[in-house]
C-alpha cells in the first residue's frame, strides 16, 4: 500500500514478526509470562501509535522494539523490588509447562505460538532464581549480552550507559551465577550427554514422586542431600513455608505432612521450565508446580515449588487451589 508522500509503508509482519523473541527476552528478564507480555504489548502500542513517517525512519524494527522492550523491563524491575517487599513470604518467579501443555493466560484457553517461551538453559528455575538476585541493571545487561549475544555498544544504547559499565554489569551477574550453578544445572550444552543427563532427573524425579506418593520418608532421606533446600512461593493466597526448609530429613518430615495433610493429591511428572519436575494436583486442578535441581552426586539439593495460584494459570484451565 502507498503513502501520500510515495514511499512505500513497512510490510505489517515486519514488526510482528519480532514479537516472539520479545516474549522471550522480556521472561527472562522478569521471571513472569504475565509481566513479559504486559511488557511486548506496551512496546507495540508505542511501536503503533506513532507516526507512519516516524515508523518508516526507524531502519531496524526489531532493534528500535528490543530498546524499549528492555527499558520497559528495566522499570518494571525497579518498582518490583518494591513490591516484593510486601511480598508474603518466598518469591520465586513464574513455572513454565511444556509447549505442549501450554495454556494462555487467566482464560485458560490455547497460547498463540508467537507467546511461548523457548524453554533452554536460560529459563530453568535455577538460572531464574539467581537472576532474582542481580540489580535491575545487572539482569537487563546481563540477558542481553550472556543469554542473547548482543554486543556491549548496542546494550550500552539501550540501557543509557558507557560500554565498558556495561561490560561490569554483565560480569558481576555472571559471577552471581557461576557461584550459584551446581548439579543438574550445569547440564551439557547438546546431543547424547545432555539427552543422558536429562534422563538421569527424571529416573530421579520419578523415584522422588513414588517415595511422595508412598510416604516413605526413608527413600525420600535418600533422594535428598543432607543440605538441600526447599523453597515454597504460596503468595499468602495458600499454604506455604514462609522460610526456606533446610535439611534432606527437614524436608523429607514436611512433604510427608503435606501429603497427611491433602488426601487425594496426584503427582505428575511434568517438564518445569524445560527440566524434569513434579505436579501435583487435586480434584483436576493444579496445587503446586515444583521444579527440582540435582548435585553432582545424583541427589536433590533444590526445590522450588510454586503453590501461589496466581502463577499457575498456564498449568490448569479451572479449579482453585488444594
Known amino acids: 500500500m502507498g503513502t501520500e508522500d510515495g514511499r512505500s509503508e513497512r510490510p505489517a509482519d515486519e514488526a510482528v514478526g519480532e514479537r516472539r523473541h520479545l516474549i522471550n527476552l522480556a521472561y527472562r528478564m522478569l521471571g513472569s509470562p504475565a509481566e513479559a507480555e504486559d511488557a511486548v504489548q506496551e512496546a507495540y502500542t508505542r511501536w503503533y501509535t506513532m507516526a507512519p513517517a516516524r515508523r518508516r525512519a526507524v531502519e531496524a524494527p ?42 494462555g493466560g487467566t482464560g485458560g484457553g490455547p497460547a498463540d505460538p508467537a507467546d511461548r517461551i523457548t524453554l533452554d538453559e536460560s529459563v530453568s528455575m535455577a538460572f531464574l532464581v539467581v537472576l532474582e538476585s542481580m540489580t535491575p541493571a545487572e539482569r537487563v545487561v546481563f540477558v542481553l549480552h550472556d543469554v542473547f549475544r548482543y554486543p556491549f555498544p548496542e546494550i550500552a544504547a539501550i540501557v543509557g550507559r558507557t560500554p565498558a559499565a556495561c561490560r561490569q554489569l554483565a560480569s558481576s551477574g555472571r559471577r552471581r551465577v557461576d557461584g550459584a550453578r551446581v548439579g543438574a544445572d550445569r547440564l551439557p550444552a547438546a546431543g547424547r550427554d545432555r539427552q543422558a543427563a536429562a534422563a538421569e532427573q527424571a ?10 506418593e508412598a510416604v516413605d520418608i526413608e527413600a525420600l532421606v535418600g533422594l535428598l542431600d543432607p543440605a538441600a533446600t526447599m523453597v515454597a512461593d504460596g503468595g499468602g493466597l495458600v499454604g506455604a513455608a514462609t522460610r526456606p526448609v533446610e535439611g534432606g530429613a527437614r524436608i523429607a518430615r514436611y512433604l510427608v505432612l503435606m501429603a497427611e495433610k491433602a488426601p487425594g493429591l496426584v503427582l505428575l511428572e511434568r517438564t518445569v521450565n524445560g527440566r524434569p519436575g513434579l505436579v501435583a494436583q487435586r480434584d483436576g486442578a493444579t496445587a503446586t508446580v515444583a521444579a527440582l535441581d540435582l548435585s553432582g552426586e545424583g541427589r536433590i539439593i533444590r526445590i522450588w515449588a510454586v503453590r501461589n495460584p496466581e502463577k499457575l494459570t498456564r498449568w490448569t484451565a479451572g479449579g482453585g487451589p488444594a
Do not use: M, N, Q
Open 62 to 103: 526489531g532493534a528500535w522494539l528490543t530498546t524499549v522492550v528492555s527499558r520497559i523491563c528495566l522499570d518494571v524491575l525497579g518498582s518490583a523490588r518494591v513490591r516484593r517487599e510486601r511480598y508474603v513470604g518466598e518469591w520465586l518467579p513464574e513455572p513454565l509447562p511444556d509447549a505442549a501443555e501450554w495454556l
Open 203 to 212: 529416573e530421579v524425579v520419578r523415584r522422588f514422586r513414588r517415595a511422595w
